[in-house]
């Protein structure tokens, strides 16, 4: 499923829900968008699990937001994929920093930025579910990536 980060879960996405769930049908989660101004992240996450009843499993985690989204950092290869920005709807080729301790990642993404990913990272990794692919299938937890569509 997908979800506007701006917006939220919204009735559409709760009528997909519904009908997943009449079959437990595994369901991958977008938040989409980030290059538009969105609500905190574990804000979505509390959302999703709150109004749809389903866990969520981050498996990327975004890099600022708005102007400022730099790409997203992905939590069990521990890499940052990051995104050039102006570039409309040209897909772009990723830069992937490897660790999130690389002072690489503070030079491309500025320290103060990537201190906050990495409290941020903190505490979404001792508050939310792990990843579990029995739960997945059988739809009571969903893997949840952040991005942007176009890049």
Not at 1 to 13: F, L, P, Q
Not at 109 to 122: I, K, P, S, T, Y
Request: hydrophobic share 40%; aromatic share 8%.
């Amino acid at each position: 499923m997908v979800i506007d980060a701006a917006k939220g879960v919204e009735d559409r996405t709760r009528k997909l829900m519904e009908v997943t769930r009449l079959r437990d049908t595994p369901i991958l989660t977008f938040m989409n968008k980030l290059d538009r101004d969105i609500r905190d992240p574990m804000e979505l996450l509390d959302e999703v699990e709150n109004e749809l009843k389903i866990g969520c499993a981050p498996i990327t985690w975004p890099i600022g937001c708005g102007k400022l989204f730099k790409g997203v950092y992905h939590l069990y290869k521990d890499e940052t994929y990051l995104y050039q920005t102006g570039k409309g709807h040209t897909i772009q080729e990723v830069r992937i920093v490897k660790g999130l301790n690389n002072p690489d990642l503070d030079a491309a993404v500025g320290e103060d930025l990537a201190q906050q990913l990495r409290d941020e990272l903190e505490l979404v990794q001792g508050a939310s579910n792990e990843f579990d692919k029995d739960l997945f299938l059988a739809g009571e937890i969903t893997p949840v990536f952040f991005g942007n569509r176009v890049r």
